[in-house]
């Protein structure tokens, strides 16, 4: 079971990437092997669809996701809907159209949203369930909204507010059930046991 989690600002050790971590944390206790490109890592060139070869950080992205059952995304809110650095690192899952499946077909995706004031959680957790769906994942039914006005974070990554925490652990956790369930129902199909 391997999860990917995608997620931050251009701020090491952002709200969003804390909540991000505590997430992953709850998907490792459950039994999977993790993997996480924070914010920095995210600073990818603008996609570009005509360009074939892209920049190793994307291609080792790309690479992640392609072999992972789940992916849980954290974005800040920005404006009322996700920054525009996570949206740019989500458009580089158009170099899955042709692989069987496409795009992330069958694998759950967990969202996060951390922003300052309920209204952009609100809205931005919205914008990236559509994108999750219009890239034929399957949103998890809970998707975390941390309003970072009323929720810290302490340098070690522990969170201050049990609600929120609960939340994050939540959606690890669903993550990685799915996948478990999903990986289940493809063996028994194939009539493997």
Not at 112 to 132: P, Y
Request: with cysteine; charged share 15%.
């Amino acid at each position: 079971m391997f999860i990917v989690g995608i997620g931050g600002t251009t701020r090491p050790g952002s709200t969003t990437e804390r909540a991000l971590q505590v997430a992953l944390a709850a998907a490792a206790a459950s039994g999977a092997e993790t993997a996480m490109i924070g914010g920095t890592e995210l600073q990818l060139p603008m996609y570009d669809p005509a360009v074939p070869v892209h920049a190793p950080a994307a291609e080792h992205m790309v690479a992640l996701i392609r072999r992972c059952h789940g992916l849980i995304i954290a974005s800040p809110g920005y404006h009322g809907t996700m920054s525009g650095m996570i949206k740019n690192a989500m458009d580089y899952i158009e170099a899955l159209r042709q692989d069987t499946p496409p795009y992330l077909e069958g694998r759950a995706v967990g969202c996060i949203v951390c922003a300052h004031g309920w209204q952009a959680t609100g809205t931005t957790l919205v914008a990236l369930r559509t994108m999750v769906h219009s890239l034929r994942g399957w949103p998890t039914p809970l998707g975390a909204a941390i309003n970072s006005a009323q929720t810290s974070f302490s340098e070690d990554g522990a969170c201050d507010d049990a609600g929120a925490r609960q939340q994050l652990q939540i959606v690890g956790r669903q993550v990685v059930d799915f996948a478990r369930w999903r990986l289940s129902s493809l063996v028994m199909a194939s009539g493997v046991r």
